[in-house]
């Protein structure tokens, strides 16, 4: 992504604002987003339990890794420190409020949540499906987006942005979306084990562990849906907060800035949804899940009923 805002600032181009460019950055640092993922999982037939597991390290490192990257790509070097948002203040500062408003947004829930759930299993399930509190978080997220929308409203955002600035990143958005998706499939399914000779007995040990290492790294279809929709994915609930964190929430800016975000989000939902049949046909054609299906399954043909002769006064023929 910071390839592409960089082209776009090279290119001089006055139409399109170039606090959207810094919006594009936010957005390519941005972590995963989380129920979507794992929803869209596993309507493909993807390991739903990877996506979870990926999503849960992706946000939890968002956190302290996304405030890092803004401060490498939004430097002087490269000409993008006008966007910086510690160019006011310093690093420490930056990290102080990113860490209040993502501590007791993310972190303090999290905490309590889990040991809520673990203290008290039952009550916690009977809860949730009692009072449908699992739509309490779409609610929440819709809540989000249409605050951050209403910002956009208010700082007149939509208004100092030309339109020609908002039509290239709805198309860029969507190029980078399948790209990020291209990228993932192709390191998730690279040919490693082909490329490398098996060990043999002879072979050191060191060879051994790296013909691990490198076999490891070639997933199956499932694994390989959930690493292309958790990787190309982005999240408006920890980088709408992430933004507001770092510029501060009486900043003019946030509405801009926020601006590529919010679009990522809707645009990866509608083509993720095009991309999950084509998924979901990918993985049921797995040659390697058929053969497991027939291990946990396999055609065993219904037993013949038995005969047995019952002899009493005279010879019966009776079976079961």
Same mark, same amino acid.
């Given at each position: ?34 129920? %979507? ?13 990877? =996506? #979870? !597991?990926? &999503?849960?390290?992706? /946000? ?89 929308? %209403? ?13 020609? =600035? #908002? !039509?290239? &990143?709805?198309?860029? /958005? ?108 990918? &993985? ?37």
């Amino acid at each position: 992504m910071f390839g592409f805002a960089e082209a776009i600032r090279v290119s001089g181009n006055s139409k399109i604002d170039r606090y959207l460019i810094i919006g594009l950055i936010m957005t390519g640092i941005t972590p995963t987003t989380v129920s %979507s993922n794992v929803v869209m999982t596993k309507q493909a037939h993807g390991n739903d339990s990877l =996506s #979870i !597991i990926e &999503v849960t390290i992706g /946000n939890l490192l968002g956190a302290f890794i996304s405030p890092a990257l803004a401060q490498l790509y939004l430097s002087s070097a490269t000409g993008f420190a006008y966007g910086n948002p510690a160019s006011d203040g310093s690093l420490t500062q930056l990290y102080a409020r990113v860490m209040k408003q993502l501590g007791l947004g993310l972190f303090v829930p999290l905490f309590v949540g889990q040991i809520v759930q673990n203290i008290f299993p039952e009550q916690v399930k009977y809860a949730m499906t009692t009072f449908k509190l699992a739509k309490l978080g779409s609610l929440c997220m819709l809540s989000l987006i249409w605050s951050t929308f %209403s910002t956009a409203f208010y700082e007149h955002a939509f208004e100092i942005v030309s339109k020609e =600035s #908002i !039509i290239m &990143v709805v198309f860029l /958005n969507v190029g980078c979306y399948l790209l990020f998706t291209v990228l993932c499939f192709g390191m998730a399914r690279m040919p490693l084990h082909k490329w490398i000779s098996p060990p043999t007995e002879t072979a050191s040990i060191a060879y051994k562990l790296w013909h691990r290492c490198l076999v490891g790294f070639h997933f199956d279809r499932r694994d390989t849906v959930a690493i292309m929709l958790c990787g190309a994915a982005k999240t408006v609930a920890l980088g709408i907060p992430l933004i507001q964190a770092q510029y501060g929430t009486g900043s003019t800016l946030v509405g801009r800035v926020s601006i590529p975000l919010v679009l990522y989000q809707g645009e990866q939902i509608l083509t993720a949804q095009l991309l999950i049949p084509l998924m979901k046909r990918w &993985v049921d054609a797995d040659p390697e899940l058929k053969k497991s299906d027939d291990i946990i399954s396999p055609n065993i043909e219904p037993p013949q009923p038995e005969s047995f002769e019952v002899k009493d006064n005279e010879t019966t023929t009776q079976t079961i």
